[in-house]
């Protein structure tokens, strides 16, 4: 596998880093971090891209998701 293929770009890989890197910082400095999460939820404000594409991802790793949507629009189609 290439960086391209695995983490999109250079910049991809380098976010991925930084993510373990605060992930072991959070897990040192904040013990009380739930070790197992039962039920993971997506918020964003309507619903319509983020929340959705986080829903789907982590659907692909096996967790118990939902997405949620603090607004619409109303009269606009859906994405």
Not at 12 to 38: E, M, T, V
């Amino acid at each position: 596998m290439t960086i391209h293929s695995k983490f999109g770009s250079k910049k991809g890989l380098l976010q991925y880093f930084l993510h373990l890197l605060r992930w072991r910082f959070y897990s040192i400095y904040y013990p009380n971090i739930p070790k197992n999460i039962q039920r993971v939820v997506f918020i964003c404000h309507g619903n319509i891209c983020r929340s959705a594409l986080a829903k789907v991802v982590a659907d692909k790793y096996s967790l118990n998701a939902e997405s949620y949507g603090l607004d619409t629009s109303k009269g606009k189609p859906a994405d």
